[in-house]
């Protein structure tokens, strides 16, 4: 990891990752991506997320420097990618309460995606939301979402083929389907062994009618058992594939710094 000289720290972009299993800050140089820095900060989890940050805004030092520019990423399940040509702004919470619960207490945001032409909306928690805006009102707020998908757009452009981006986490992996840079799913599943990881891959494969000779599986971020998951998918899919990662940066963030 090269270090980031913080007296310097309005040249750089800070990302802060807030998840229910912890919280981290990265920072990078937008003039050398290349340079990075990137800690994790812990949460108390009998206490609610508004707490935890009011705790981190209190205690970190990293926050008080100024930034070119901050990031926001929220880890959370309650997301929604709606084609961008069906979306319209006024109808934001319509649309999002049609596909989870409402919630009273949560704030409906949106990330727009020009390279996956879909508005992604997210939920929130409202006063986590409002005292993130308190203190950093210029800073961009996204779902760890977004970045991914952008980023697997961007790859899928490339291809000749069509390809299944597989991005793990501690517990959950979600997957995101596209054919030549159009997307055509994103799913998440809440699974850590093996044997399911590969049902569900599999399964997701065989819905979306794609050629186990031909189409192409992409996986990245922090993989349980590799080498027996790749083993296990080769059995059934010839062309298995693992994106290269910059540790120990989140996945997700490292997207977010690529697609800037």
């Given amino acids: ?31 050398g991506k290349e340079n990075f820095f990137h800690a994790p900060h812990p949460v108390n989890t009998s206490i609610s997320l508004t707490a935890n940050i009011k705790e981190m805004i209190g205690s970190a030092e990293i926050l008080k420097h100024t930034y070119k520019q901050i990031n926001i990423l929220i880890d959370t399940p309650r997301f929604t990618p709606i084609p961008f040509e ?24 949106c990330n727009i995606l020009g390279k996956s032409n879909v508005a992604l909306l997210f939920g929130m928690d409202k006063y986590a939301h409002q005292l993130l ?30 390809q299944l981006f597989v991005h793990f986490r501690k517990s959950t992996m979600e997957v995101f389907a596209f054919d030549k840079g159009k997307l055509l799913i994103i799913n998440t599943f809440s699974c850590q062994q093996t044997s399911d990881q590969v ?37 059934f899919l010839r062309q298995v594939n693992i ?18």
Avoid at 135 to 146: D, E, G, V
């Fill in 199 to 235: 049902y569900f891959i599999l399964y997701t494969w065989q819905q979306l009618g794609f050629s186990q000779e031909k189409d192409q599986l992409e996986l990245a971020g922090n993989i349980p058992m590799e080498e027996d998951l790749v083993t296990e998918l080769n059995k």
């Fill in 86 to 109: 069906l979306f319209e702004d006024e109808h934001t919470e319509d649309i999002f309460y049609h596909n989870f619960p409402k919630n009273n207490h949560e704030t409906v945001l």
């Fill in 1 to 31: 990891m090269n270090r980031i000289d913080f007296s310097k720290s309005e040249q750089y972009t800070l990302s802060i990752r807030l998840s229910a299993d912890g919280f981290s800050f990265s920072v990078h140089s937008s003039t």
């Fill in 133 to 162: 805006n308190e203190n950093f009102p210029q800073a961009r707020i996204f779902t760890c979402i977004s970045p991914l998908t952008e980023y697997f757009a961007q790859q899928s452009r490339e291809a000749q083929c069509r």
């Fill in 243 to 260: 994106l290269p990662s910059q540790e120990p940066l989140p996945f997700d963030i490292q997207t977010l710094m690529i697609c800037e």
